[in-house]
């Protein structure tokens, strides 16, 4: 099943972008030379923003949720 096509505003972020995002926030803090053990989603919002992927922490959070919503583990 799948949805069919919705009006609407286009998405803000690329599935690429997307998909650095939801790298970003697998891995370390540590890996990016922070002194933080765990991720917040404000911490996480503004390291995306020093690689160029300007977004709130809220709206991080959203996408986030939806692609790990998504995510099916075998």
Do not use: N, V, Y
Not at 6 to 12: F, I, M
Not at 49 to 63: M, Y
């Amino acid at each position: 099943l799948s949805d069919e096509q919705r009006s609407g505003a286009p998405p803000t972020f690329s599935a690429h972008q997307r998909q650095q995002l939801l790298s970003m926030a697998c891995s370390s803090p540590a890996d990016f030379g922070l002194p933080f053990s765990r991720w917040s989603h404000q911490l996480l919002s503004e390291q995306a923003q020093k690689t160029g992927i300007i977004i709130s922490a809220r709206h991080l959070g959203r996408i986030l949720t939806t692609s790990l919503a998504q995510t099916t583990f075998e």
